[in-house]
T-cell receptor
Framework: EAQVTQNPRYLITVTGKKLTVTCSQNMNHEYMSWYRQDPGLGLRQIYYSMNVEVTDKGDVPEGYKVSRKEKRNFPLILESPSPNQTSLYFC??????????????FGPGTRLTVL | GDSVTQMEGPVTLSEEAFLTINCTYTATGYPSLFWYVQYPGEGLQLLLKATKADDKGSNKGFEATYRKETTSFHLEKGSVQVSDSAVYFCALSVNDMRFGAGTRLTVKP
């Protein structure tokens, strides 16, 4: 089954404790992206990757890191989480960035709470 | 920059009512337009899309027409069901995907 998976689905942590949210897709997509969803703000892009070893900042990259060592995986790293990073996070993938008609496939989301 | 503005919710309708969710966009190029739907506890999934002016996207009884002259892509459904309760996102893509803030729809029996 074609899918994007994320882990964990729920996470409660404390300020400053490093964490990683994993994302994996099995569709051989070149493009992957991370979004955060906050009430009234819709989805905002954190980082994206056009292919292996190619990553770039989205609209709200502060406090986050990513890596793309393999095509299928795109982990999101919070080196020192803060309460303002409490949010719902989505990973997405698609065939190629910049192709205007390409649908993005979304993971189920990770709900993060930073105390 | 490119952006999407969609009507604020929440929207509450009775079953079988007519639905319209307004969406307008600003784009420097020639965007593709999308409607995504998010059911409770799930990620977003594509509902429909249109890639050029005057195209009509349709799926599951929902429709939206790409109107270049009014820069709009309004979502419509003639008769909503309780199972349509979800959050709906309008989005555009030129070089990257931009989402609206989302509109929560609740359909009551």
């Amino acid at each position: 089954e074609a899918q994007v998976t994320q882990n964990p689905r729920y996470l409660i942590t404390v300020t400053g404790k490093k964490l990683t949210v994993t994302c994996s897709q099995n569709m051989n997509h070149e493009y992957m992206s991370w979004y955060r969803q906050d009430p009234g703000l819709g989805l905002r892009q954190i980082y994206y990757s056009m292919n292996v070893e190619v990553t770039d900042k989205g609209d709200v990259p502060e406090g986050y890191k990513v890596s793309r060592k393999e095509k299928r995986n795109f982990p999101l790293i919070l080196e020192s989480p803060s309460p303002n990073q409490t949010s719902l996070y989505f990973c997405a993938s698609s065939w190629t960035s910049g192709r205007i008609s390409n649908e993005q496939f979304f993971g189920p989301g990770t709900r993060l709470t930073v105390l | 920059g490119d952006s999407v503005t969609q009507m604020e919710g929440p929207v509450t309708l009775s079953e079988e009512a007519f639905l319209t969710i307004n969406c307008t966009y600003t784009a420097t190029g020639y965007p593709s337009l999308f409607w995504y739907v998010q059911y409770p506890g799930e990620g977003l999934q594509l509902l429909l899309k249109a890639t050029k002016a005057d195209d009509k996207g349709s799926n599951k009884g929902f429709e939206a027409t790409y109107r270049k002259e009014t820069t709009s892509f309004h979502l419509e459904k003639g008769s909503v069901q309780v199972s349509d309760s979800a959050v709906y996102f309008c989005a555009l893509s030129v070089n990257d995907m931009r989402f609206g803030a989302g509109t929560r729809l609740t359909v009551k029996p």
